[in-house]
């Protein structure tokens, strides 16, 4: 009760000459209406928090450096460094704008990752084994051109060449290894989507 | 009518702390803030 009596003047002064129970007091009498002015500014508990500190931090540093003068009151002192604090808060934050995944907005809806998950590499690789099976099936020599032309990149002329047959021969090779795959996919239901 | 005649309710305000954890932290940081004046010059260190 007669701490209460100390008036903050006296209570800073005392701290400045040494003693440090004194900035104990200074805090309790007014940590609430610091931290709930920072609060009502900001309104996340963390971030008062922060800027609680780091205003009293500079508190202590003035304090200690013997730069506070006692022209104005204690509390509007500490209130304007909190005050710029969280001015210098909102400037940063600004600077660097942070999404949260509170209200209805969510920013996973906008943003996606374009590698594929472990599902869609495993369906991938099997639809990849499945086409090669089907291939498989067809003639040789429909195999050969399918396989110059989708796999190795080749052009129908650079087929002709090599195979020794028309460009027209290889031309319809491709045609009917198409036609074919498309048949023994419908006859053994296979399923070849993504 | 009854409404309009009864008391608006009073509007709490809610009392915020900060965490006895950061006040400490405070306490502790005075404590181990040491300045040291040197012509004109301030030397801060941090004894913890």
């Known amino acids: 009760m007669q701490k209460e009596l100390i008036t903050d003047a006296t209570l800073v002064s005392n701290y400045i000459k040494g003693d440090e129970g004194a900035l104990g007091i200074l805090i309790t009498r007014h940590k609430q209406r610091i931290y709930?002015?920072?609060?009502?500014?900001?309104?996340?508990?963390?971030?008062?928090?922060?800027?609680?500190?780091?205003?009293?931090?500079?508190?202590?540093?003035?304090?200690?450096?013997?730069?506070?003068?006692?022209?104005?009151?204690?509390?509007?002192?500490?209130?304007?460094?909190?005050?710029?604090?969280?001015?210098?808060?909102?400037?940063?934050?600004?600077?660097?704008?942070?999404?949260?995944?509170?209200?209805?907005?969510?920013?996973?809806?906008?943003?996606?990752?374009?590698?594929?998950?472990?599902?869609?590499?495993?369906?991938?690789e099997q639809v990849e084994r499945d086409v090669r099976r089907v291939m498989d099936e067809l003639p040789e020599d429909q195999k050969e051109v399918l396989v110059m032309r989708m796999y190795n990149d080749l052009s129908f002329k650079e087929i002709s060449e090599k195979t020794g047959v028309s460009i027209n021969t290889a031309l319809g090779r491709m045609r009917y290894a198409l036609i074919n795959m498309r048949k023994i996919i419908d006859k053994h239901n296979i399923i070849l989507t993504n | 009518m009854a409404k309009l005649y009864s008391q608006n309710p009073k509007r709490e305000k809610i009392k915020r702390n900060p965490k006895q954890e950061t006040v400490d932290f405070l306490l502790n940081y005075s404590k181990a803030l040491n300045v040291l004046k040197f012509n004109n010059m301030n030397f801060e260190t941090v004894l913890n």
């Open chain 1, 36 to 124: 709930s002015f920072i609060y009502s500014k900001v309104y996340d508990k963390d971030i008062a928090e922060d800027i609680f500190q780091d205003t009293f931090i500079k508190v202590i540093r003035t304090l200690k450096r013997g730069s506070y003068n006692e022209e104005g009151k204690f509390l509007p002192w500490v209130m304007r460094i909190s005050h710029n604090l969280v001015i210098d808060h909102f400037r940063k934050s600004n600077r660097m704008p942070k999404f949260s995944n509170s209200g209805e907005f969510s920013i996973f809806s906008v943003l996606s990752d374009s590698a594929l998950d472990a599902e869609k590499t495993l369906i991938k």
